[in-house]
Each structure stands twice: as structure tokens, then as C-alpha cells.
T-cell receptor
């Protein structure tokens, strides 16, 4: 149980392109989803928290206009990296929790490796 | 805010020996402490967790201990095997601006030598 699916797993695109990443909870309702960014050999850094049907809460230093998050249903959240540039290249991972505010364990997706040329 | 420190950053042990990874946290209100295992290029996988009302939890070769007074918790892996090689992250759940969030440690790269 508690499977989280994330797509795509790998994206390579030109600078200036917008990229959408999907995160789905397959066998449970995810009231809260989290988006993380991970640089090589570093820890996971929380970018934003989204609750179904409400606006995402962004961490300090994360540009909300750059990283658009939508959590329109209890099983789907999307992260759109707008006008991506090489410095946006990173490993993006979503996680989902089956309770408001993430009071249950978080289960992670497989991650999306984003490379901007 | 919450700060989670994890040590060591790298750990190499002989197959069959035990491995111990330690974490400290700063926010005494933290009440949930999961441990994740991440293999190269893959998702972090929850391997064990502990809540603040428990001092120790064990699952086969893996155990976690929690000392609330000292604000530190540790992961113990016994009878290590080559497939235990990975990066391990501890985390502490905190309440920030009305939302429960996980704050991760820096990670420990564990290598099991055959």
C-alpha cells in the first residue's frame, strides 16, 4: 500500500521551457503533498506543501511564480517549473500523506531528474 | 526553527558488523522521527519510524532508539549486508506555521564491505 507515482522520471529540455511534473497517490487519498528538491549528494529540501483544494505554502526562498503547484484532487498534485534555466536542474521528489498537515508517514514518489540545457 | 544534525556523513563497516547512525534535533515539540533509505537515483524509502511516546522500536535487523530528554535518536542496523549500502536520512516532524513538516538530516552514506 501507500504507493506514490511520479512522472516523468527524466526530463531534458532547453532553457526557457516550462516543465510539468505529476505526482499521484495510487491507493490512498493524499490530503497533503510535499515537493522537495535534492541536489547531488545533499539532503532533501522542502520547497512547498500543498493541501487539496487550497493554495500551496512555499518555503522561504522558493519563488512561487517560478514553481507553480496545483493540488486539484486528492490523488494528484503537479509542479510546473516555469521558464526553466540551467540552475533549475535538480532531482525533484514529491511525497504524499494521507492526513491533513502530514500527520501520517510521508511516502515518496520515484523523483524526476530535470536537466536544463 | 527545527534543526536536525546527522552523524556521521559517511560510514563504512564490514559485512556482518553493526552500523549506528545518530541524529539530534532542536525542537522539543517534535513528535515523530522517521528514517529513510535512499539508493542512488531512487526514492527515499521509509524503513522505520518512532513516535515520541516510545523509547525504542525494532523491526528485524533494524532498530531505532529515542532519547527525548537529550533530543537525539539513533538508527541501528545489525548483521549488515551489502544491500544495506545506501544513503540514510533521519527526519523530525515539526509544526511550522500550522503545518506538520519533516526536517531532514544531512544524510549518511553507508557502505558495507563484503
Amino acid at each position: 500500500g501507500a504507493v506514490v507515482s511520479q512522472h516523468p522520471s527524466w526530463v531534458i529540455c532547453k532553457s526557457g521551457t516550462s516543465v510539468k511534473i505529476e505526482c499521484r497517490s495510487l491507493d490512498f487519498q493524499a490530503t497533503t503533498m510535499f515537493w522537495y528538491r535534492q541536489f547531488p549528494k545533499q539532503s532533501l529540501m522542502l520547497m512547498a506543501t500543498s493541501n487539496e483544494g487550497s493554495k500551496a505554502t512555499y518555503e522561504q526562498g522558493v519563488e512561487k511564480d517560478k514553481f507553480l503547484i496545483n493540488h486539484a484532487s486528492l490523488t494528484l498534485s503537479t509542479l510546473t517549473v516555469t521558464s526553466a534555466h540551467p540552475e533549475d536542474s535538480s532531482f525533484y521528489i514529491c511525497s504524499a500523506s494521507g492526513s491533513q498537515g502530514g500527520n501520517q508517514p510521508q511516502h515518496f514518489g520515484d523523483g524526476t531528474r530535470l536537466s536544463i540545457l | 526553527g527545527e534543526n536536525v544534525e546527522q552523524h556521521p556523513s559517511t560510514l563504512s563497516v564490514q559485512e556482518g558488523d553493526s552500523a549506528v547512525i545518530k541524529c539530534t534535533y532542536s525542537d522539543s515539540a517534535s513528535n515523530y522521527f522517521p528514517w529513510y533509505k535512499q539508493e542512488l537515483g531512487k526514492r527515499p524509502q521509509l524503513i522505520i519510524d518512532i513516535r515520541s511516546n516510545v523509547g525504542e522500536k525494532k523491526d528485524q535487523r533494524i532498530a531505532v532508539t529515542l532519547n527525548k530528554t537529550a533530543k537525539h535518536f539513533s538508527l541501528h542496523i545489525t548483521e549488515t549486508q551489502p544491500e544495506d549500502s545506501a544513503v540514510y536520512f533521519c527526519a523530525a516532524r515539526v509544526l511550522i506555521q500550522g503545518a506538520q513538516k519533516l526536517v531532514f538530516g544531512q544524510g549518511t552514506r553507508l557502505t558495507i564491505n563484503p
